[in-house]
């Protein structure tokens, strides 16, 4: 498996059609993604400051249809560096991803530095339960 890191309302707006297009696929032409060994240092390096509940999708890729291709580490400018001392290629992923082949998302915990997630869920259920947490908080307002 390869896991992709995204706040949740980055996964919910760019999550259409059966595809999850990250928003750096248009920036840059790939789905910046890690073995699981890197994801926390990656977390931490590049999230920190992130106030919303930070998602990790669990990908097969053996199911994405666009290639997926491991390489040398594409740094995002302000990130930190602790997750190139993990590692020295990174899966990207060249295309959108389907979402049929997310086999789970799962929250990041995040006290002093992030943590793995508790449990996962498979992807349709975590938005639609997602959805429902939100409708109700907007019915009480």
Not at 89 to 118: Q, T
Request: proline share 7%.
């Amino acid at each position: 498996m390869i896991y992709h890191i995204v706040s949740e309302s980055e996964f919910r707006k760019q999550s259409r059609g059966g595809f999850y297009r990250s928003t750096s696929l248009a920036r840059e032409g790939f789905v910046h993604c890690a073995d699981r060994p890197v994801v926390l240092s990656v977390a931490n390096d590049y999230f920190r400051n992130v106030e919303e509940p930070l998602l990790l999708l669990e990908i097969d890729p053996a199911a994405v249809s666009d290639n997926v291709v491991y390489e040398s580490p594409a740094p995002i400018p302000g990130g930190g560096r602790a997750h190139l001392d993990l590692a020295t290629r990174f899966p990207h992923v060249y295309g959108p991803i389907e979402i049929s082949s997310i086999v789970a998302v799962g929250i990041l915990k995040s006290a002093d530095g992030y943590e793995w997630p508790e449990r996962f869920e498979a992807p349709r259920a975590f938005l639609d339960a997602q959805q429902r947490t939100l409708d109700r908080r907007s019915r009480a307002q």
